[in-house]
């Protein structure tokens, strides 16, 4: 029995020491795992970036044409009052005089600044200003120079709020993608619960942080989770304009009113009906700036479901931000900052925006007459006509000249056309308008594309099909006789020939007639939308929403550039062509040329005030070059690489 009881003794030892070791092989490699795991995910949800400063040359042969400054944000930096928008960054002194500029394309990248705040960040010693642009990433500065952390990828790049957490942690809200965190170093989502969103507003502390979205309400990231609001939750609408944060309550501001959470819940409604472009709390006062121009009180100590009436006060524009810098609280018009007083709630204005020769910077059109006037259209201000030395002589806005698709000049008999939205106008040759052609007068429809004008002869372009007008009157063209889809966007000619850029394809007309149809079924072409399309030796340059740009040679082949790659969009109409180059301006690779002797493409954003052209026109001398942000004139050798 002894002998059978030290056998067993020594077999269960034996057993006890395999079943350790087998513990111990799985424990090691379930650590290894969580290890690899936790080092893979790590690694995927940091974000490729590169920090570089901004100390290129300024660039000497591009000229800005003064567009309206926009205020979009403001803070107070080493004593000194900054004001931010889509034309870059100005620093004023406590007088409130200008110390220097920073623009957009010139001294900071091709991106307006939406959003500004001030701190120190986790990897940094000192205070810096923190720039949130609206598609180059953040920028910071420390009083001496501009540095800018730019992730590899666009849209990575397009932010739109931003906040600093008292850990140093800057977290910054996307577009389309979500919050993002950065530390001064590193680059990462901040949650995965908080990605592919777009975020209009964020504000809050370490651990406790509500984020504003597009049309997915608010949500607050607390405790490690994400607790989401949205109608069903309380919130006036799913939109949310505007977040102010008072110890444990939340102000919400959407287009209907302000949500009040109290410890992470929904309180009330206060202001409904109120246009909350603006929220912030002052002395248990919650005041709301509207975008109807107004300044709404709501006394917070009044805690019925909906609150006191609000006190509603005129103010001199419509407020966009309300800004506590330094003790001193600010109201953000586009046009101007006011101080708020806090006895009366009167603005003082404190900084006025710069006016600019041109109306606004939504540039959609731009054109060169024999006399040397420029001639600029807006998205959705009429047009500009600007003197050869660049004063602004006009504006005509109306209901017909509003949003302007193409500006035609006829040389021969001093006639322009602009195509519109609304009509085809024609104005004089003193910049006067003087008829409109719409569907009552023979067009196929309303709405103006683009339009060639040849020896008496126009071709309008529409989302209909073609109109074609001579002195023997007017006939159409669309999909049932033979074009190849009916929405046309863009017009080549060549004598008799002409090319129709539709959203279905390319056709070729001859005299009128439809020849041939060109679609990615039976050419080279990879994208059927046709944006752009210009006449250069014997042969036509076409461009695309989303396949770039192609040659559409005499025989009929169509043929691919091999140094143009990737996604592409060529906006539309927006193509020139010189005796030595053409261009061609894209929604986010900014502008492209083409060297027409040595058949190489190359991209030119030296002074862009955006990576969005959307209009060209030159005159062998200078390029005027149009944007979503304004307008520069490059001059010819601005384009000769050394």
Known sequence: MKILSGQWRAVAGAAVALLALIAAVLWWETSHAVRQARVLTDSASIIRLTVRPLDRPIPVHVD???????????????????????????????????????????????????????????????????????????????????????PDRAEQRKLTAAVLLGSGRLLLGTATLGVFVFDGRQLTLAHPELAEVGVTALAGTDGDVWIGTLDRGVWHWHAGGVERFDESGGLPDARVLSIAIDGDRAYV????????????????????????????????????????????????????????????????????????????LYALAEDAL??????????????????????????????????????????????????????????????????????????????????????????????????????????IADHVTDLVLNAGRMTIATPAGLTFIDPDGSRSTYAFHGLVNNHV?????????????????????????????????????????????????????????????FRLDAKGAWHRFEDLTGPIEINPNAIAVTGTRVFAGTLSNGLLVYDRQARRWSSFDAGLPSMNVTALAGDGEDLYVGTDNGVIRVKAHGFVRP
């Open 489 to 549: 966007y863009a017009l080549g000619s060549s004598g008799s020939q002409m090319l129709a850029g539709t959203l279905g394809g390319a056709s070729m007309l001859d005299d009128g007639v439809v020849h041939a149809n060109y679609t990615t079924a039976n050419s080279a072409l990879t994208h059927n939308w046709i944006t752009a399309v210009a006449r250069v030796d014997e042969e036509w340059f076409v461009g695309t929403y989303g396949g770039g740009l």
């Open 338 to 443: 006011y101080a708020v007083d806090d006895r009366t709630r009167g603005l003082r204005r404190v900084i006025g925006a710069d006016a600019g020769r041109l109306t606004d910077r939504n540039v959609s059109a731009l054109a060169l007459d024999k006399v040397g006037r420029l001639w600029v259209g807006y998205f959705d201000r009429g047009l500009d006509i600007l003197t050869a030395r660049g004063e602004r002589a006009s504006h005509v806005e109306n209901d017909h000249v509003f949003c302007i698709n193409r500006i035609v000049h006829d040389e021969g008999g001093g006639l322009t056309a602009v195509a519109t939205a609304n009509g085809l106008v024609l104005f004089d040759a003193a910049g006067g308008p003087k008829q409109v052609l719409g569907r009552a007068e023979g067009l």
């Open 253 to 328: 501001g959407t287009a209907v009113g302000v949500a009040e959470f109290e410890h992470g819940h929904y309180a009330r409604t206060l202001g409904a009906g109120l246009f909350a472009s603006a929220v912030a709390v002052r002395h248990d006062t919650l005041l709301v700036g509207t975008l109807d121009a107004t300044l709404a009180e709501i006394p917070l100590g009044a805690r019925s479901s909906r609150g006191a009436r609000p006190i509603v006060r005129d103010v001199p524009g419509a407020i966009e931000r309300l800004i506590d810098a330094d003790g001193t």
């Open 64 to 150: 800005s044409i003064g567009a309206p400054s926009v205020f979009r944000d403001a803070a107070v930096f080493h004593g000194h009052l900054f004001v931010a928008g889509p034309q870059g960054l100005v620093e004023y002194d406590a007088s409130g005089a200008l110390v220097r500029r920073f623009r957009a394309g010139f001294e900071l990248p091709a991106a307006g600044i939406v959003s500004l705040t001030v701190g120190v960040l986790a990897a940094q010693s000192e205070p810096e200003l923190l720039m949130a642009t609206a598609g180059e990433g953040l920028l910071t500065f420390d009083g001496r120079r501009v540095l800018q952390v730019r």
